[in-house]
Structure formats: C-alpha cells, structure tokens
Antibody
Framework: QVQLVESGGGVVQPGRSLRLSCVAS????????MHWVRQAPGKGLEWVALILNDGNNKWYADSVKGRFTISRDNSKNTLYLQMNSLRAEDTAVYYC???????????WGQGTLVTVSS | DVVLTQSPLSLPVTLGQPASISCRSSHSLVYSDGDTYLSWFQQRPGESPRRLINKVSDRESGVPDRFSGSGSGTDFTLKISRVEAEDVGVYYCMQGTHWPPYTFGQGTKLEIK
C-alpha cells in the first residue's frame, strides 16, 4: 500500500532554513509527480509546490517562490522541501501528497510540523 | 487565481440525517480535455486529509457510497445521504483545472448535533 512519511520538522528561528523529507513506498515513485501542501494551525489547506516525476519541472505558490525549493531523489524514493528565509507565517504542518496520472493529492503523508519562532 | 467558496462553513447534523456542502468557483472548472478537475477531501480530527471524490463525482475506492459528488461548471455539491459519527471532520473542495496554484475551499466543519 502507498505510504508517505514526512520528517524534518521542528522549531526554527525566523530567517533560518530547514529541509523536509518525504519517503515514499508502495508505488513506483519515479512515475508520479509529488506535491507539498501545508496547513497553518487551525487553518485550511494551502498548496505549496509541485514537482513532476523527472524532477525537471517545478511550480510554487507565490507565498514561497524564491524561498522554497522542491526536489526529489528517485533513487531514494524521497521528496524534499528546502525552506530558506523562514517567516512566522510559514508555521504549519507540511504534508507531502502524491499526484496521480491525471488527478491530484490521491495519497497524503501524516505531516510534519514546522514552527518558526524566536 | 481560482477562488473556491464553500458553504456552509459550519454544518451541525443529526446522526442518520443527510448533509450537503456547496462549493462555488470563481471560474469554470472545465478543462480543455473536457474533464472537470474538482475534488473533495475529508480531514477527520487529528488526521491527514483523504481524497473522497475526484473529477466531480468519481468516488475513491473504499469511500462509502453514502458520499456523492455532483455539479458542473462553477457549482458543485458534496452530499452525505445519512451522516454517521465517523463523518465528523472538515471537508474541503479543491480545483486542479487552472494551476498553478492549486486552490482549496475554506473548509466546512461537520459536527454531530
């Protein structure tokens, strides 16, 4: 069965960096695009970034463009989110989610909490 | 960006009674391939979101048939024919037609009356 396991969250000061990971199993990772989606405490869902299966095509939400970088290592079945210049408003649970061939977010990980605070 | 507006935002329902959530889009969600990429997600308390329905009305494997999706163009509805206790949570619509960005509705919190 499909499993997505995020890690790397924690407490970080404003302006610092953090890298999240998402290890995938139960499907052919290199075949599918992958997303990051976040949810601020008590708030709704916000799409963050998408990377296609070959890693060469990426898209970002305006709120993170220029600060966050999505990447993947298909040999390790792992998705990454490099987050630089973090702000208080980046505080959220970050989920990785799988893209199906024609539809989005068919499977989600359990999430990892990032708290940006001094 | 496409804005999705859900209503109501809070939905108290008696067990066994039906429930309905509306999702209205600022733009038509019909894609050039003829499909409409509107999905519904359920997020139970303390859990990750789970996709219930994609492309307006295609129910995911394992989703009870009391859940159904309908609509077209800019107006969509998620219906639960008879609410059960396990249905408590927040429901989101999401559009994948005009991206980036992918956008979600604000969420509708379903609770048992």
């Amino acid at each position: 069965q499909v499993q997505l396991v995020e890690s790397g969250g924690g407490v970080v000061q404003p302006g610092r960096s953090l890298r999240l990971s998402c290890v995938a199993s139960g499907f052919s990772f290199s075949t599918y695009g992958m997303h990051w989606v976040r949810q601020a405490p008590g708030k709704g869902l916000e799409w963050v970034a998408l990377i296609l299966n070959d890693g060469n095509n990426k898209w970002y939400a305006d709120s993170v463009k220029g600060r966050f970088t999505i990447s993947r290592d298909n040999s390790k079945n792992t998705l990454y989110l490099q987050m630089n210049s973090l702000r208080a408003e980046d505080t959220a649970v970050y989920y990785c989610a799988k893209r199906d061939l024609t539809t989005e977010f068919d499977f989600w990980g359990q999430g990892t909490l990032v708290t940006v605070s001094s | 960006d496409v804005v999705l507006t859900q209503s109501p935002l809070s939905l108290p329902v008696t067990l066994g009674q039906p429930a309905s959530i509306s999702c209205r889009s600022s733009h038509s969600l019909v894609y050039s391939d003829g499909d409409t990429y509107l999905s519904w997600f359920q997020q139970r308390p303390g859990e990750s979101p789970r996709r219930l329905i994609n492309k307006v009305s295609d129910r995911e494997s394992g989703v009870p048939d009391r859940f159904s999706g309908s609509g077209s163009g800019t107006d969509f509805t998620l219906k639960i024919s008879r609410v059960e206790a396990e249905d408590v949570g927040v429901y989101y619509c999401m559009q994948g037609t005009h991206w980036p960005p992918y956008t979600f509705g604000q969420g509708t919190k379903l609770e048992i009356k």
